[in-house]
Every structure is written in C-alpha cells, then in structure tokens.
C-alpha cells in the first residue's frame, strides 16, 4: 500500500516537471525583435556610414514571413548602396535567425541627417496573421570632411601653428569668456525687467536699420529670420534654429497659437528661404516681412498682457 501512495506521488510530481517544461517551451519564443542603428553616428563629409536594420527571432525558423520593404527615407543623405544577409546560430540551445538589410549612406552636405522610421510586415505561419514593427527616425551628424591620404603635409604645418597659436589662444579664449558672462549676466538682468517681445523689438531695431542707404536685402531678411526663429524658440520651447520652416510651422500647430500668429510666421520664414536660396529679395517684400515680424511681436505681447489682467 505504501509503495503504491509513493508510486502515486512520484508519477504526479513527475507530471507537474514536465508541465512546467513543455509550458517554459512553449513561452520562449518572444516574436520578432527588430533594431535599427546607424555607425558611425558622426560622419565625414568625404566618408559613408552603415545603416543597419536587423531582425531577430528564435525557435522555428520557417515559423516567419518578412514582407519586403522599401529602402528608408533619408534626408541629407544618399543610399548608394544596400545589402542584405541572412545567419543562423544557437543560444541557449535554441536556433536564433538573424536578417540583416545594410544601406550604405552618403552625406551630402554638412548639417544633420535623418534616416526616417520604417514599417516592417512579417506573417506568422502559425497563426496565419500578419503583424507590423516600426523602427525610430535616427539622426547623424555630417561634419567637416577629412584630409585624403597622402597630405600628411598639412597636419605637420597645422600642428606647427598650434604649437604658435596656443598660448595667443588661451589668452583669447579667457577674454572671450570674461565677455560671455558679462554679456549673459546683463542678458539675465535685463530678462529680469523687460518682457521676452520686448527685447527681441529692441534687437530688431538695433540689428536692423531699413533707412540705410546701402542696404543689404537678403543679409536683413537672415538676420530678420534669426530673430524670428530665436523668439520661437524661447517663447514656445521648440528648435526654432534646427526645423526647417515646414517643420516649424508644423510644430508650432500644436502650441497655443493664433491663426494669424501662424500664418505671419509661416509667410515671413518663407520670404526669407526665398532671399537666401535664391537672392531674389526685393525691399517691398522685406518692409512686409518687417513689419509682419513687428505686429507679431507686438499682437503676442498683446496677448500675455491680457492673460496676466
């Protein structure tokens, strides 16, 4: 009798083991893993990077599908060519299947670039469904380009004038940043007094003299463009020097914000791409966007006075 209750036991701890395997098993298999990443992140002008994006999964390796996609957008940069491979290998005593799809990019200009997010379709053959995976717009950065092999000469002739220009450097550097601060702390005294439409009425007045008689159109539209994308900037928490105008607009209509704030902002940034892309500005246009930018100024100070009564 007693054998048979210790027979008994056994065959259901036995039975419990085994279902907590075949149910670990069963779990294991966690879907596709996809990731996406750029290397190097900071590129030479003169030099590519490798864009990789890399799905992973384990267990059955037929089990999934993936959809073929198209090549990622990109800004800034350029794919000049692509590649892809397939590898297989154990972990943990399972099969991992690795894919991965390579985009050789080119810069073209020095700046910023941006790999857009893709989506990515894959069918489970299992359950006969089809499932998506996104991945996240990443950004690089495009900086100078680097000397090409053999002119070793110039870094020897640059090391040189380092070597002279140190200790002039340094003194230059420790007067420079004497004038910072005190730059930024009669900036921040100044803040303190003056509302932010203020102080950027005043900087336009003082950067920009529409009376001179040699003035200099598409240098007053960029500098009435950089006042303008400042006070964005500031006054809405967005990067108003980075985002193009379409962007910008584009952001700025999520925010507290007229029509016609919008439609002034969206006009004058507009007429100021025009002036620097083309030289094509005129002094008609420039007194409009001067003044478009000044009534801004003015209606948002408007504004923010009604608010506080």
Excluded: C
């Excluded at 990443?37 to 089990?63: H, M, S």
């Excluded at 799809?101 to 670039?113: R, S, V, W």
């Excluded at 002039?168 to 803040?191: C, D, P, T």
């Excluded at 005129?282 to 209606?299: C, G, I, K």
């Amino acid at each position: 009798m007693l054998r048979l209750q210790a027979v008994i036991v056994f065959l259901l701890l036995f039975a419990a083991a085994w279902a907590q395997v075949a149910d670990t098993t069963a779990t294991a298999d966690s879907g596709i893993r996809v990731s996406a990443f750029v290397e190097p992140r900071n590129i030479p002008q003169n030099r590519t990077a490798q864009l990789t994006i890399r799905l992973e999964w384990t267990g059955d390796l037929d089990r999934y599908e993936v959809t073929r996609f198209d090549n990622p957008l990109v800004q800034n940069l350029d794919i000049i060519s692509t590649a892809s491979a397939n590898k297989v290998s154990s972990v943990d005593g399972q099969l991992m299947a690795q894919q991965d799809y390579q985009y050789t990019l080119k810069p073209e200009a020095l700046g910023m670039g941006y790999v857009d997010g893709i989506i990515i379709r894959y069918n489970d053959a299992a359950t006969g469904k089809e499932y998506r995976l996104y991945t996240n717009r990443l950004e690089v950065e495009i900086i100078d380009p680097l000397p090409e092999p053999g002119r070793y000469t110039y870094l020897y002739m640059i090391g040189a004038i380092i070597i002279v220009a140190i200790p002039i450097l340094y003194i230059f550097i420790r007067r420079h940043r004497q004038k910072v601060n005190q730059a930024r702390l009669e900036e921040e005294r100044l803040a303190a007094i003056v509302p932010l439409e203020q102080q950027y009425l005043n900087a336009m007045k003082e950067q920009i003299n529409l009376s001179e008689a040699d003035l200099q159109i598409n240098e007053t539209f960029a500098a009435l463009s950089r006042l303008l994308r400042q006070y964005i900037a500031v006054r809405w928490q967005v990067p108003g020097m980075e985002l193009t105008t379409s962007e910008l607009v584009e952001t700025l209509k999520s925010k507290e914000l007229d029509d016609r704030s919008l439609s002034d902002i969206e006009a004058s940034l507009h007429a100021a791409d025009v002036a620097k892309f083309s030289g094509g500005g005129d002094r008609a246009t420039l007194d409009r966007v001067y003044t478009l930018v000044e009534s801004l100024l003015q209606r948002q100070a408007g504004n923010k006075a009604e608010t506080v009564m």
